[in-house]
């Protein structure tokens, strides 16, 4: 079992990799919920018109999963 057997389309594959190869994880959320998540670990990075957009890092074992994922990811 390969990686196309996880994801279907190259551009999900593609996708998959580019959420997977950061260090963090980001949302945009209300303005009005930028207490409550920064509360819960959650780092404000910027205000934008229609919200607050929000950074929390990722645990070490999700990061090692990601780094392993984005290997075999790029050998193919």
């Given at each position: 079992m390969?990686?196309?057997d996880l994801?279907d389309?190259?551009?999900?594959?593609?996708?998959e990799?580019?959420?997977?190869?950061?260090?963090?994880t980001?949302?945009?959320?209300?303005p009005?919920?930028?207490?409550?998540?920064?509360?819960?670990?959650?780092i404000?990075?910027?205000?934008l018109?229609?919200?607050?957009?929000?950074?929390?890092a990722?645990?070490?074992?999700e990061l090692?999963?990601?780094r392993v994922?984005?290997?075999?990811?790029?050998?193919?």
């Amino acid at each position: 079992m390969g990686l196309k057997d996880l994801i279907d389309t190259d551009a999900a594959r593609r996708t998959e990799y580019g959420r997977r190869k950061k260090y963090h994880t980001e949302k945009t959320i209300h303005p009005k919920l930028r207490e409550e998540h920064e509360g819960e670990g959650w780092i404000h990075v910027k205000d934008l018109q229609s919200g607050a957009k929000m950074r929390k890092a990722k645990s070490h074992d999700e990061l090692l999963e990601n780094r392993v994922w984005c290997i075999l990811y790029q050998l193919g």
